[in-house]
């Protein structure tokens, strides 16, 4: 029984270093195939690692903490709202 146990165990191993090798992989190869694309794009030296670190966002590579750095747009308040107390539209704001 323990010799069973012992082989799940060591299978289960295995099979998460292996998941774990291809992620790194995966994420390695994105990251150079973005490097790439800003050569083949003519991008310049100062400007390369913003290209990158965009590119690997708009590929959903980066973390969920990578991203707080991105440029955040709030959204656009309509005019002319209502008055909260008079449902009115027509008041001077």
Do not use: W
């Amino acid at each position: 029984m323990k010799k069973l146990i012992f082989t799940v165990v060591l299978g289960r191993l295995f099979v998460t270093l292996a998941g774990i090798g291809y992620a790194i992989s995966v994420s390695a190869s994105t990251e150079s195939q973005c490097r790439q694309e800003a050569l083949d794009y003519g991008v310049a030296t100062e400007m390369l690692d913003d290209y990158i670190h965009g590119c690997l966002a708009s590929r959903g590579e980066l973390a969920g903490s990578d991203t707080t750095d991105l440029d955040y747009i709030p959204p656009v308040e309509p005019e002319n709202l209502p008055d909260p107390q008079t449902g009115d539209t027509d008041y001077a704001q």
